[in-house]
């Protein structure tokens, strides 16, 4: 029916279909075209979600982090001209640089950029996305060794999903929070920490979590020098 851009608003989605279904290379073609044509229509605010849509899913899912970067930045100059008031979008950009700073070894600016969001977040009141913020601020301390800072924020992450009974993003949390300890030699409290996250896990059914629960607990274990529990745990 000759409506471009409405054609190329259906493509924001479909971006991330195709990068789940393990076709990344269609889904970077489809979010090309589809940015290409948004942007020569000067619908800024749609070509923003389409370039924060390619880094996330096409580009960090290939470990491109550097092109992921490159993408967002593209974002925020879109969402500059856009002159559209979209503090959630703007949180949402800054929250997914950060990770990718993070994972670049570049830890304060992930710091930054995760601070940036997680104020945005509170601000508007999204309390579980502050969260989130400050999950991923803590596990940027603890990569750059501040680990006693890195598991007060992940903890503080955690009571607040606790609160709002998200039992996953816990257990996710509770991971990330007995691997640091771990790294602290804080070993019963790894051993005490695994047994509450075990029994969510199993709640969830959560497979893989529950790995990563017995791997922690395995390295407590040895770090206690109890070896034969810690090999019925590694089984």
Not at 109 to 136: H, M, P, S, V, W
Not at 187 to 201: I, K, P, W, Y
Request: proline share 0%.
């Amino acid at each position: 029916h000759e409506r471009p851009v409405e054609w190329a608003q259906t493509q924001i989605g479909k971006i991330e279909a195709l990068a789940n279904l393990g076709l990344c290379d269609e889904a970077l073609a489809v979010g090309e075209e589809a940015q290409q044509l948004l942007v020569n229509h000067e619908q800024w605010l749609l070509a923003t979600y389409v370039a924060s849509n390619l880094a996330m899913c096409v580009h960090a899912r290939r470990d491109e982090n550097g092109a992921a970067l490159a993408r967002f930045t593209q974002a925020l100059t879109f969402y500059e001209r856009s002159a559209v008031d979209d503090k959630y979008t703007l949180a949402v950009i800054e929250q997914n640089r950060g990770l990718l700073l993070r994972d670049l070894g570049r830890f304060d600016e992930a710091l930054q950029a995760n601070r940036t969001a997680k104020a945005a977040f509170l601000a508007l009141g999204y309390i579980i996305e502050a969260a989130r913020a400050d999950q991923n601020i803590g596990e940027a301390l603890a990569l750059s060794g501040r680990y006693t800072a890195a598991i007060q924020h992940i903890d503080k992450a955690r009571q607040r999903f606790l609160q709002d009974d998200r039992l996953g993003y816990v257990v996710e949390a509770e991971i990330v929070m007995s691997d640091w300890l771990l790294r602290l030699r804080r070993f019963q409290e790894v051993l005490d920490l695994c047994g509450r996250t075990r029994a969510m896990a199993e709640k969830l059914d959560g497979r893989f979590h529950l790995a990563e629960v017995a791997l922690h607990e395995a390295g407590a274990y040895m770090g206690l020098g109890r070896y034969q529990q810690a090999i019925r745990s590694l089984q």
